[in-house]
C-alpha cells in the first residue's frame, strides 16, 4: 500500500535524501497498518541507499599532506627557513644560521 506524503517526496525530488529518509522515518512512526509500514522501510532504505556516500579518511588530503605541500612551496620560493623551517645549514630555532 502506497504512502503518500508532499514533504519526503519533494526532498527526494530535490536530491536531499538523507532528509527524505528521516520524514519517511516519522510518516512510519506514525502509521499503524503493517502494509504501509512495509512500504515506509522499502521507500526510506530505497532513500538510504541513495544518498551520496561520504569521502574516507583516504579521500580527504591529511594535515600532513598540506603541510609538507606547504613546506615544498616555501622551499621553492626560499621563504622556507623565514617560516620556521629546517633547511639543514639552518638552525631549528626560529631559521637562523648556526653561525
Excluded: I
Excluded at 598540506?66 to 612551496?73: C, E, I, Y
Amino acid at each position: 500500500m502506497k504512502v503518500r506524503d508532499a514533504r519526503a517526496e519533494a526532498l527526494e525530488a530535490a536530491g536531499l535524501y538523507r532528509r527524505a529518509a528521516r520524514r519517511w522515518l516519522e510518516v512510519f512512526d506514525k502509521r499503524v497498518a503493517d502494509a504501509e509500514r512495509d512500504w515506509l522501510r522499502q521507500r526510506r532504505n530505497a532513500c538510504l541507499r541513495r544518498m551520496p556516500v561520504p569521502k574516507t579518511a583516504r579521500d580527504a588530503l591529511s594535515y600532513r599532506e598540506v603541510s609538507r605541500a606547504a613546506d615544498a612551496t616555501l622551499r621553492r620560493m626560499g621563504h622556507f627557513a623565514a617560516f620556521g623551517g629546517s633547511d639543514g645549514d639552518k638552525d631549528k630555532e626560529g631559521g637562523v644560521d648556526k653561525a
